[in-house]
């Protein structure tokens, strides 16, 4: 587990009454509210805005599970449920966070295994579960493993059991245009959920003579649109994307980083409201520093990456299917968990 205080706090304007939710319910009165969930994509400066629906995000819940929930449990459902939907913050006490962020990577999904769609669909199992449910799914990559349009149907459908607002990064086994035909999304985004920002970078480095490319770099136009997204905005910020940054002793992982790793980082220096940054690429569970704050590496859902001390195999595909869950509390301090689910 590792927590950390952001140097800003969420900027929240008070309601001036309580929410009203699904099936009447109300939200207690001093709740937050900032703008509501939304998603804006970089193309042509075009902005593409997805509403979060109080009834969405309850739907999973059927007749005979709402009768085995405790009065307590339901008006908790109701009230985030309600916060989502209209982007307010979550007050401290009685929840005690604003967002929790289901954060995946490297699902690969076509991998030469086999095994792919299964430990993918484990992971979606566990959040699906989840009572709440995270607010929001990250997915920091490596989405299909060979960028093949087939692999895209399948993470697409995967994708699309998540009801909720959702972003995915390009990672060095994806094909830009397989990936954008096949998922609909832009590899430049800014999602706003709950008053965080989540602004979405493409790392991925095209195929050279049909070779893929396995070091990441973001380029000076992508650097110079991240500055001006950070710079207008001054709300708490997640910057995701495919490769690590800088090493992270893995040996090997560390010689296909982000080759820009120190021009992002003078970036990010500039803008004390970022508070964290989420990547995959390293199928590993972990956690370190750049620019100033943590550095969260999301796991790996197809294996997972060891380092040459350890007496296990390199690419261990044997390894249970890993992820973060990132705890937002409502004074901007981020705690994280990871999961190792186990397999049958």
């Known amino acids: 587990m590792v927590s950390f205080q952001p140097a800003l706090h969420p900027q929240r304007v008070p309601l001036s009454g309580g ?18 969930s939304r998603a804006t994509s970089s193309s042509g400066g075009a902005a593409r805005e997805r509403q979060v629906g109080v009834g969405v995000l309850l739907e ?3 007749k005979q599970r709402w009768e085995t929930l405790s009065p307590g449990r339901i008006r908790r459902l109701f009230y985030r449920a309600t916060v989502l939907a209209t982007g307010a913050g979550l007050r401290r006490g009685r ?15 076509g ?8 430990r993918a669909a484990a992971v979606m199992d566990h959040l699906l579960a989840m009572e709440p449910r995270p607010d929001v799914l990250v997915v920091t990559g490596d989405v299909a493993d060979h960028g093949l349009p087939h692999e895209y149907d399948e993470a697409r459908a995967w994708l699309d059991r998540w009801a909720g607002p959702r972003e995915v990064c390009l990672g060095n086994h994806d094909v830009r245009a397989a990936f954008a035909a096949g998922l609909g999304v832009d590899p430049n985004a800014v999602l706003e959920v709950g008053g965080v920002r989540f602004v979405m970078l493409d790392s991925l480095v095209d195929a050279v003579d049909g ?7 973001l380029g000076h136009d992508q650097l110079a649109w991240l500055e001006e997204q950070l710079a207008a905005d001054g709300r708490p910020t997640y910057v995701c994307l495919h490769h690590p940054p800088l090493t992270i002793n893995l040996e090997l992982m560390d010689p296909f980083r982000l080759l820009d790793g120190e021009a992002l980082a003078a970036v ?8 964290a940054t989420l990547v995959g690429h390293a199928h590993t569970m972990g956690v370190t520093s750049f620019a100033g704050r943590p550095l969260l590496i999301g796991g790996g859902v197809v294996s997972a990456v060891t380092a040459d001390s350890e007496r296990l195999p390199q690419l261990w595909y044997g390894a249970p299917p890993s992820f973060a869950l990132h705890l937002v509390d409502d004074d901007g301090r981020v705690t994280t968990h990871w999961r190792a689910l186990p397999q049958s």
């Open 268 to 275: 990010l220096t500039r803008h004390p409201h970022v508070v």
């Open 60 to 62: 999973p819940f059927t």
């Open 19 to 36: 929410l009203t939710g699904a099936a009447g319910q109300e939200g207690p009165a001093g709740s937050y509210a900032t703008r509501g």
């Open 111 to 118: 991998d030469d295994l086999g095994a792919a769609g299964g």
């Open 95 to 109: 929840l005690g966070l604003m967002l929790v962020i289901a954060h995946v990577s490297d699902t690969h999904f």
């Open 211 to 217: 070779r893929r490319v396995d070091e990441g770099s």
